[in-house]
């Protein structure tokens, strides 16, 4: 397989950009975290900055996507198994915090918190009031398989470049690192608490855009490598 330069120079910018998208994921719904009521969720839907934020998210993932492309070619050669199934984590990641962020945008707010607002009977609002509550357990359901996905990615592609020497191989340790500290979410989501999670809430707004932001300066390094375009 041929990886032009060109390439990995804009899965670097892709990466870069990740960067920033992580900070409008983690921060901008700050914007809106007072909406506690029903009701008051009910109106998210006409509010311009978190609908905005929801595409950010579709952008992000596919983003992602290119940026783990580009990284994990520059081990496939040397740790194959490891590299195609960390890509296949990071691929499956991607699939689900679309699909998850497409629920939200097109079945939670286009339909069902519209026919809420629309609806002129009771017997119609207590359905579609119901359907909105038992939503919040989908997501949860999606957003497991989301983050057992990242993680697998992760420590796939943290071990492949771990075996490395130099600078690759603190990449994989950064990766690792990063499984590491996901792990907390991760048992938080299983059980169903925050009592975890909530002393590592830093990792979404602070590590991980630093991470995607020295992963996208290392792809663009790399990009100038003579071994830089080809890989097995």
């Known amino acids: 397989m041929s990886v032009s330069t060109r390439f990995f120079r804009f899965a670097s910018v892709c990466a870069l950009v990740t960067a920033l998208t992580t900070l409008a994921i983690h921060l901008l719904p700050e914007l809106w975290a007072d909406a506690d009521t029903f ?8 509010n311009s900055i978190y609908l905005f934020n929801l595409w950010v998210v579709i952008v992000h993932c596919l983003l992602v996507v290119v940026s783990m492309f580009a990284l994990g070619v520059q081990r496939v050669a040397a740790a ?5 199934f960390g890509f296949l984590g990071f691929l499956f990641f991607a699939f689900t915090e679309i699909l ?5 945008i097109f079945a939670l707010n286009r339909t069902w918190r519209a026919g809420y607002e ?3 009977d009771e017997a119609t609002r207590v359905a579609l009031g119901a359907t909105i509550r ?3 357990g989908i997501n949860e359901s999606v957003f497991f398989v989301f983050l057992t996905a990242f993680i697998i990615g992760l420590l796939c592609y943290g071990f492949a470049f771990l075996s490395a ?7 994989g340790l950064l990766l690792l690192l990063w499984a590491a500290l996901s792990v907390p979410g991760y048992v938080d989501t299983v059980r169903g608490t925050d009592a975890v999670s909530i002393h590592f809430e830093w ?3 602070y590590f991980q855009p630093i991470a995607r932001a020295l992963i996208g300066v290392w792809l663009w390094k790399a990009s100038d490598r003579p071994d830089s375009t080809s890989a097995a």
Request: charged share 25%; no cysteine.
């Open 39 to 46: 009701e008051e969720r009910l109106q998210l839907r006409h």
């Open 80 to 84: 194959p198994v490891l590299v195609r």
């Open 100 to 104: 998850r962020t497409s629920l939200v």
């Open 118 to 120: 629309a609806a002129t």
């Open 134 to 136: 038992a939503f919040s």
């Open 165 to 171: 020497k130099g600078l690759e191989q603190k990449v």
């Open 203 to 205: 990792v979404g707004p």
